[in-house]
């Protein structure tokens, strides 16, 4: 495991149960209309955006789901549910395996569900074993990108669909140009409170997955959806439970929760954008 693999995973494995307790099992953002203006219960909002993005990649009844970057099986429990499929969740976090595979044992999900410590980058799993992969804010955690959608295409089943959604900096194709140095400085820092590697933007990702052989390929980017989510997260990191849990959790996991701003201040510049990307191999 890499040093990059082992800081995610320690970052992950103390967060995990402070993120459960004062937001549940789903660790992802919320969705709050296109418009990002609907008043929504936070946990509301991010079941919200599984099927927002569900409905917007039209994805109709798979049997056989890889949720890469499982957490502790919130999407992959729900997947599983809706669709009455198998399921597997991948993580780097051996105690949100854990976690997860509990929490499949209590809602009667074992049988169908089960969760693994694997490299997203390069699975354990055959060819052609899944017809939907689902990778919802990992692929900001991925040092190869380019592997990364490799691995998701060459693990679907031929017309399996990928769902993918990821951070990532504003366009540099555009009359704003290449990243500024201030940009530059304010993902640095994002980088290393949030243990990322670096991200990239939507149409580099686009030019990837076209070279990697996806089909169908749509895109389309949600930052204006999304955004609200950062003021709910900074809202509940200053309860007083959140607060204790916070400082249990470790120095990590403290510096996270102080620098929650840098996100908010990058969706606010238009830095920070919430990417999606849906495919047929």
């Not at 490299?119 to 689902?134: G, H, I, K, N």
Request: with cysteine; aromatic share 10%; glycine share 8%.
């Amino acid at each position: 495991m890499s040093d990059l693999q082992q800081k995610i995973q320690k970052f992950y494995d103390a967060s995990s149960g402070l993120w459960e307790q004062v937001w549940g099992e789903h660790m992802h953002h919320g969705y709050y209309g296109r418009a990002g203006n609907y008043k929504l219960e936070r946990r509301q909002a991010q079941i919200d955006l599984i099927e927002e993005l569900l409905d917007w990649a039209n994805v109709k009844n798979p049997t056989q789901i890889l949720d890469a970057g499982c957490g502790i099986g919130g999407s992959t429990l729900y997947l599983a549910q809706k669709f009455k499929a198998d399921a597997i969740g991948i993580t780097l976090s051996p105690i949100q395996a854990a976690r997860a595979s509990e929490r499949a044992r209590e809602a009667n999900l074992i049988q169908n569900v089960r969760f693994e410590v694997a490299d997203a980058q390069q699975t354990p799993f055959p060819d052609e074993s899944f017809d939907l992969v689902w990778s919802l804010e990992s692929g900001e955690h991925m040092p190869d990108k380019r592997q990364f959608l490799q691995e998701c295409y060459r693990v679907l089943k031929p017309g399996g669909k990928l769902i993918f959604a990821t951070w990532c900096h504003r366009p540099t194709t555009s009359l704003a140009g290449e990243l500024t140095a201030d940009e530059q400085r304010h993902l640095a820092e994002i980088y290393r409170v949030y243990c990322l590697p670096y991200v990239i933007s939507l149409p580099e990702y686009e030019q990837i997955a076209v070279e990697c052989g996806f089909r169908e390929l749509r895109a389309d980017d949600w930052s204006i959806a999304v955004a609200p989510f950062w003021d709910k997260v900074i809202e509940s990191a200053i309860a007083p439970a959140a607060i204790l849990g916070v400082l249990q959790a470790g120095k990590e996991t403290l510096e996270a929760t102080l620098s929650l701003d840098l996100m908010k201040r990058g969706y606010a510049r238009g830095l920070i954008r919430f990417g999606l990307l849906c495919g047929v191999r």
